[in-house]
């Protein structure tokens, strides 16, 4: 009896209508619990972005508020004001490229007739697609300064996103808009380009090609982008290339434009480089560009049916706008007729103080050079912008400084015996060319001066405060003929390669030396700790090469002033230097010195 009763109850138990509602609870349990799932994922996403695409700039005029549509935000042209005109239209400028340095983003900007080269920009960054203003980001950009001379818009550095974004290596456009939505790294791009004759001359980093020596060429080739690039990038012409050293290539024009190289100029081009040793042409890789043919034009003020000028000097800087005038007041005592400042990154007054010694009369051109770790390639630029101008050119720092100790009469045949008068620096050059045509480089020893106990930079300006050195010289630095060097256009700072057929000479000392204020005071040298300029050079803050003669004997890797620190450096007290530059500088009225009238 217990048995059949217990099987009628499982009986009822096992109803289909039980069954059916045990399935139904569990699918709506199990629907609720993946919805939920789903929206907690979502709300997860939108405040923690995943994509290694979410943080991109792009640009809006400083002062301009968010517009009341963020598409216009995050749209991938350049919104920007022109506030010096009664018409407050907005005006879209197109971003052609971006690069990502280390310590900013390098954004190029179509030119625009209504662009004014004062105009300050905001950078604005998106976090999301969304189509909402939520997680839009504004910096103020560190610089605006003009692109190929102006010829092709604009170069805007803006700061690196902030610490809680993490996808800055992806910056790309969140949409569409005729822009180039691209970052590319400055460490593999090809970045710049000129004209010389029937060739073009392309700059470009990552081909890691070995330092002071000529590359195989073979392995490349340059691709011109005619047309209309911007908007289908393809490269359709290909030349190969005649030489290739270091971070330069340089390749013939093609056979459509050669017979008119006007037509080159503005067109997009980089490097294809075979991926092994038995590719072939179609097999080339195609580095990454954002550089255009530019012609580098005479700015000086003298035309070149004039006739070039006897002596010019280029040299690379960062934020040295306190050292620019004394060296250039100095150094055009000696001659030097024409500068060419190619500035990297700077963030002081050099502008400032170029715009004033350009209204007193120095012939000085200021050249915007965005790369980083590229002296060298940026010294082979100059000396194609300076060969239309200069029969000599002179490559030095401006903490460098040529002085001519009291010449004896067994070196009458480079200048006259006795202390040295005005113009004597280009005296020297041209009797150089008029005796000895053969010589295309001139080379003068360094002696390098350290502290000299001082703690604080020296108010009379580095040449009177700085007297005692190091005994034995280091290295030199060179003038050359842009004229006679060697196509690779191949230096390693100090010095050229030469064509065949010319060669240097090497100064005696007792003609002319350089002063280099290699080791000044602490709060002047620690800068050097922020980056090298040089290619081959490693940064300070990298603990390689550490006894190298790069580097400052005794320091580390952290910039940290070593104890006795205003002592070091000191073997030999000079003060030759001083002591001219007080008798031919020195007002007689008040003893100051012109860049000392110029700081009060």
Known sequence: ??????????????????????????????????????????????????SSSVFRPVLVVSRLSLLSSSSDLLSTSLSFQDFGSSSSSLLHLQIEGR???????????????????????????????????????????????????????????????????????????????????????????AYAAALDGNTVVVFVKGLNLRPDRESDSSQFSCYFGLGNFEKEGRFALRTKAITAAQEVVRCALPLSIRKNPEKARGIRITIGM???????????????????????????????????????????????????????????????????????NSDDNIKDVIEELEIENYNVTRHVWPWIKTQEAGFSHCALRAKKECNWVSFMDVDEYFYFPYSTPGHQCLRSSGYAGQDSLRSLVANVSSSSPGIAEIRTTCHSFGPSGLNSAPSQGITVGYTCRLKSPERHKSIIRPDALDTTLLNVVHHFHLRKGFSYMNLPQSTAVINHYKYQVWEVFRAKFFRRVAT????????????????????????????????????????????????????????????????F
């Open 274 to 344: 075979l991926s092994h040793v038995h590719a072939r042409a179609h097999e080339h890789v195609l580095l990454p560009s954002v550089a255009k043919i530019t012609e580098l034009k005479s700015e000086g003020r003298r035309d070149v049916e004039n006739g070039k000028y006897d002596l010019c000097v280029c040299t690379m800087v960062w934020n040295q706008g306190s050292a620019l005038r004394e060296w250039i007041t100095y150094h055009s005592w000696l001659g030097v007729e024409r500068w060419f400042i190619y500035d990297n």
């Open 1 to 50: 009896m217990d048995s059949s009763e217990q099987r009628r109850k499982r009986k009822r138990i096992l109803r289909p209508s039980s069954i059916s509602a045990l399935v139904y609870f569990f699918s709506v349990r199990s629907f609720v619990l993946c919805f939920s799932f789903l929206i907690f994922v979502f709300l997860l996403s939108y405040h923690i972005p995943f």
């Open 99 to 189: 690069v990502l340095f280390p310590d900013h983003v390098l954004l190029f900007v179509n030119k625009n007739e209504l662009f004014s080269k004062n105009t300050e920009f905001e950078c604005v960054y998106g976090r999301n697609s969304t189509g909402d203003d939520v997680g839009i980001v504004k910096e103020k950009s560190y610089s605006v300064d003009v692109y190929g001379d102006f010829e092709f818009g604009a170069f805007v550095r803006c700061p690196l996103p902030r610490v809680n974004y993490s996808a800055v290596v992806n910056l790309r456009e969140l949409r569409g808009n005729g822009s180039n939505q691209t970052v590319n790294s400055w460490e593999n791009v």
């Open 536 to 599: 081959y050079v490693v940064d300070w803050q990298n603990n390689q090469n550490e006894g190298s003669r790069d580097r400052a004997p005794g320091l580390g890797t952290e910039a940290i002033e070593p104890p006795n620190w205003p002592l070091q450096f000191c073997e030999v007290w000079d003060t030759g230097l001083r002591d001219f530059v007080l008798s031919n500088f020195a007002d007689l009225s008040t003893g100051l010195l012109p860049w000392e009238k110029s700081s």
